[in-house]
């Protein structure tokens, strides 16, 4: 598999499960609305990638339980381990090409930051993430 098309696929991963990654907790104590992520990713101590995405999130993106049922029906990646609290989520998922361990800590109602490693299963290089959600408003128009 080529690297980037991993580091795409790891991004995607930690992004459902740094937002969305609890089964049993009903949600995050975050806004839904318009939200502004700024995520740097590096392989290798290489930045490869380095850009602010804005994204909405809707009551039903931060319904947990539906993203964490989602996640389950993977046919290539299994969630193995979860520590959960409302503002605080860890998880680790074990997929075909590699694990992916997450770490989601909301600082306030306006502001997440998730911190994921991704490792290769064919022993390359660890990618590593850093995304900082900051609110913008609670309606999606830009």
Sequence with gaps: MKTGTLILQAIAASLVLGLAGAAHAESLDIKAGLWRKTLKV?????????????????ADDLDLEKTAAKLAQSASCK????????????????????????????RSRDAVVVAATMTPADGSEATQ??????????????
């Design 42 to 58: 590096e392989t290798g101590g290489r930045t490869v990638m380095n850009s602010t995405i804005d994204a909405c999130l809707t």
């Design 129 to 142: 993430s850093k995304e900082e959600w900051r609110f913008v408003n609670a309606d999606c128009v830009k």
């Design 79 to 106: 969630v193995v381990q979860q520590e959960l609290s409302p503002r605080r989520i860890r998880v680790v998922l074990q997929c075909r090409e590699m694990t992916a361990e997450s770490m989601t800590e909301v």
